[in-house]
């Protein structure tokens, strides 16, 4: 390393395949391997048919275990993460509580992150930006909150009072139009 440069921070999640092209390769390795087995066994190729019968389930096999393993690894390194993020979200329920806007707004922004992908924290901080009259933000919060979960009726008429509040008479129709097609929440 340089003197002076600073190693980037990994914020990448390492090794990030999707189980269904895992599961393709595998069966694509187990059925090539029984192709090749077969073509063996009529002498067309000159190998010995059970022995590539048998690597392949077993390259087959150890592909799916070790992208297994790597997934879970995956999983658990955010365990910690997980945990603190639920430490920080009961530390901004406590101060919407109390209703202490601003705090709990810090809080739950900071969990809503810059995807704003916490759906919870999304809620809530919509809430709480229609506590402080922050209209433009509740907007914000609220079209990303119902990104994540679009029927919920409560979210749309939220949406709804922050468009009639910024005088978005149209938006609001709109809001208000999907309210009237969701089930009463109970």
Same mark, same amino acid.
């Given at each position: 390393?340089?003197? +002076?440069?600073?190693?980037? &921070?990994?914020?990448? &999640? +390492? ?6 092209y ?15 087995a ?7 190729l000159p190998?010995?048919?059970?022995? #590539?019968?048998?690597v ?8 799916v !275990? !070790? ?18 993020m ?10 919407y ?6 705090n ?8 809503a992150g810059?995807k704003l992908?916490?759906?919870r924290a999304l809620?809530?901080?919509?809430? !709480?930006?229609a506590?402080? &009259?922050?209209?433009? /933000?509740?907007?914000?919060? !609220?079209n990303?909150y ?8 409560? #979210?749309?008429?939220m949406?709804?009072d922050?468009?009639k ?9 709109d ?8 089930p009463?929440? /109970?």
């Amino acid at each position: 390393m340089m003197p +002076g440069i600073v190693p980037p &921070d990994d914020t990448g &999640d +390492g090794i990030n395949i999707r189980p269904k092209y895992i599961g393709i390769a595998a069966i694509a390795i187990v059925f090539g391997g029984i192709i090749i087995a077969w073509l063996s066994a009529q002498g067309i190729l000159p190998f010995d048919g059970p022995m #590539v019968l048998g690597v392949t389930i077993l390259a087959a096999t150890v592909l799916v !275990c !070790c992208a297994s393993a790597i997934m879970l690894a995956s999983v658990a390194s955010k365990m910690p993460e997980y945990g603190e993020m639920e430490i920080r979200y009961e530390e901004g329920m406590e101060h919407y509580k109390n209703e202490e806007w601003e705090n709990a707004l810090l809080i739950f922004t900071e969990l809503a992150g810059p995807k704003l992908n916490h759906k919870r924290a999304l809620y809530y901080s919509a809430r !709480c930006y229609a506590q402080t &009259d922050d209209w433009e /933000n509740v907007k914000k919060f !609220c079209n990303a909150y119902l990104s994540i979960k679009p029927k919920d009726r409560e #979210v749309w008429e939220m949406l709804s009072d922050a468009h009639k509040k910024l005088f978005e008479y149209g938006e609001a129709e709109d809001a208000q139009e999907r309210v009237s097609k969701l089930p009463e929440s /109970n």
